[in-house]
C-alpha cells in the first residue's frame, strides 16, 4: 500500500535555511573581536622605501644612536643613560626640527628595551627614524 504526503515530490523549497548564514556571522564576529585589539597597539614608524625621497638627509646631520646586548646606549659613540639621551635628543631637535636618528640595535637585544628606546625618541620629538639592519648570512 503506497502512502501518499501533502507535499509534491518535485515541490521547490521557497524558505531560506538561516542557520549556516547565523553560523557564518558568528564566525566573523568571533574574528574581528579577536583582531580589533592587536590593531590599536600599534606604533608609527617611518618605513624606508626604494623610491627616491623627495628631500634627501644630510648624512653628516644623521644621529645614530647604538645599543648594545648589555643595554648600554651610545649616541654617536658617547654612552649615555635613557634620561641623558632624552635630554640630548630634545636638544638635537631644538637645533634642528628636521633632524634624522638612525637606530642600531643588537641582535640579541631584548625587544622592550628596543621599545623603550624608540618612545624616547619618539617623546623628543623626532620624527624621521630608522633602524640599521644588516641582510641576513646563509
Request: hydrophobic share 45%; aromatic share 4%; proline share 6%.
Given at each position: 500500500?503506497?502512502?501518499?504526503?501533502?507535499?509534491?515530490?518535485?515541490s521547490t523549497l521557497s524558505?531560506?535555511?538561516?542557520?549556516?548564514?547565523?553560523?557564518?556571522?558568528?564566525?566573523?564576529?568571533?574574528?574581528?573581536?579577536?583582531?580589533?585589539?592587536?590593531?590599536?597597539?600599534?606604533?608609527?614608524?617611518?618605513?624606508?622605501?626604494?623610491?627616491?625621497?623627495s628631500k634627501e638627509v644630510?648624512?653628516?646631520?644623521?644621529?645614530?644612536?647604538?645599543?648594545?646586548?648589555?643595554?648600554?646606549?651610545?649616541?654617536?659613540?658617547?654612552?649615555?643613560?635613557?634620561?641623558?639621551?632624552?635630554?640630548r635628543l630634545a636638544a638635537?631637535?631644538?637645533?634642528?626640527?628636521?633632524?634624522?636618528?638612525?637606530?642600531?640595535?643588537?641582535?640579541?637585544?631584548?625587544?622592550?628595551?628596543?621599545?623603550?628606546?624608540?618612545?624616547?625618541?619618539?617623546?623628543?620629538?623626532?620624527?624621521?627614524?630608522?633602524?640599521?639592519?644588516?641582510?641576513?648570512?646563509?
Open positions: 500500500m503506497r502512502r501518499y504526503s501533502d507535499k509534491q515530490a518535485l524558505e531560506i535555511n538561516v542557520t549556516p548564514l547565523l553560523d557564518l556571522a558568528f564566525v566573523l564576529l568571533i574574528i574581528f573581536m579577536i583582531t580589533t585589539p592587536l590593531l590599536e597597539n600599534s606604533m608609527d614608524l617611518v618605513v624606508p622605501s626604494s623610491a627616491a625621497a644630510d648624512p653628516s646631520k644623521v644621529k645614530i644612536v647604538s645599543i648594545d646586548r648589555n643595554q648600554v646606549i651610545k649616541l654617536n659613540d658617547v654612552e649615555m643613560t635613557d634620561d641623558e639621551l632624552a635630554q638635537i631637535r631644538r637645533e634642528d626640527p628636521q633632524a634624522a636618528i638612525v637606530v642600531r640595535p643588537d641582535r640579541e637585544l631584548p625587544v622592550q628595551k628596543f621599545v623603550t628606546l624608540m618612545d624616547i625618541i619618539q617623546k623628543a620629538g623626532i620624527m624621521k627614524v630608522g633602524v640599521m639592519t644588516r641582510p641576513e648570512e646563509d
